[in-house]
């Protein structure tokens, strides 16, 4: 249990890295669309049409990645200020409710996200002329990895294992 456990850890961690480095690619690369699309507009006096729908699909794929990794390192919201007056049972039930409620607001992103994806994906995305659907592929994925991160929180702590010892571990093992 304990190498499936590790092993699964390993792996997740470096699907949460390569998550966090696609979104800070992603971020980059917004910054030079809009970067560009302010040159072009004040300099050039000529606006490119595809730099806000460009840069408008590059933010919902950061965002929702950067939110995924946020997941798995307990940087999501949460009611801390609980946690400092309730005793340790408590807050070990209170944090499985809460990761409970994560993983399926998770697994509700990729669903109803699929539904609208299927429903769009004949429509077309002007400039882009990419399918519409695609505007819902980083809520599939960013959902689908909300869940995943949120489950496996939630095995380490069924598992007695604490989440902070299980990262160090992960990055120990790297």
């Known amino acids: 249990m304990a190498s499936v456990l590790t092993l699964t850890r390993r792996t997740l961690g470096v ?3 390569g998550a966090l480095w696609l979104a800070g690619f992603g971020m980059l690369a917004m910054t030079v669309t809009v970067g560009w699309q302010v040159f072009a507009r004040y300099i050039l006096n000529d606006t490119p049409s595809w730099a806000e729908p460009l840069t408008l699909q590059l933010m919902g794929w950061f965002i929702l990645l ?21 005793p340790a049972a408590l807050n070990r ?21 699929v539904e609208l994806a299927v429903g769009t994906w004949t429509a077309t995305i002007p400039v882009l002329d990419l399918p519409g659907g695609f ?7 960013g959902g689908a990895l909300i ?5 496996e929180r939630l095995f380490e702590q069924m598992a007695g294992v604490e989440h902070e010892a299980a990262v160090e571990g992960v990055q120990e093992l790297a």
């Open 15 to 17: 699907l949460s890295t």
């Open 66 to 86: 950067g939110a995924a990794v946020g997941v798995r390192e307990s940087f999501h919201l949460g009611l801390d200020f609980l946690q400092q007056v309730l």
């Open 93 to 113: 039930v209170l944090e499985a409710v809460n990761l409970l409620l994560i993983l399926g607001f998770g697994v509700a992103m990729v669903w109803y996200s």
């Open 135 to 141: 505007d819902f592929i980083p809520l599939i994925i």
């Open 147 to 151: 869940a995943l991160f949120a489950a």
